[in-house]
């Protein structure tokens, strides 16, 4: 992504973006928050309710300037369902950031 690491994970953490990224079923289920390991920008969600989804996003520096992001998604669906929600995901999340870039 063509922003700084630091702002493509503020802006996968924020609770007020987050649903326009993440995959549905892991939108606060009403169970735990987000585990964040922010010195290492990498973010895990799993469900705790219904089919079991869990989620992690790590977020690396590029020597651009940009950032290079990973999400790895664990769930039922076939293997290839879970790269095309993966790729429309990550597609979201750099639409967020891009807007989070210039509204900041």
Request: proline fraction near 10%; charge should be negative; hydrophobic fraction near 40%.
């Given at each position: 992504?063509s922003a700084?690491?630091?702002v493509?994970f503020?802006t996968?953490?924020d609770p007020d973006r987050?649903?326009?990224?993440l995959?549905e079923p ?17 973010v895990r969600?799993r469900?705790?309710a219904?089919p ?5 996003l790590?977020v ?13 998604l664990?769930?039922d669906p076939?293997?290839?369902?879970l790269?095309?929600i993966?790729?429309e ?5 750099a639409r ?6 210039t509204a900041?």
């Amino acid at each position: 992504m063509s922003a700084p690491p630091e702002v493509v994970f503020s802006t996968a953490t924020d609770p007020d973006r987050v649903s326009a990224w993440l995959p549905e079923p892991l939108r606060g289920d009403g169970g735990q928050g987000p585990e964040v390991e922010t010195a290492d920008l990498r973010v895990r969600w799993r469900t705790t309710a219904g089919p079991s989804w869990t989620a992690q996003l790590e977020v690396a520096p590029v020597d651009a300037g940009g950032a290079s992001v990973r999400l790895a998604l664990d769930a039922d669906p076939p293997e290839r369902r879970l790269r095309e929600i993966a790729d429309e995901s990550l597609a979201s999340l750099a639409r967020e950031v891009a807007d989070n870039l210039t509204a900041g």
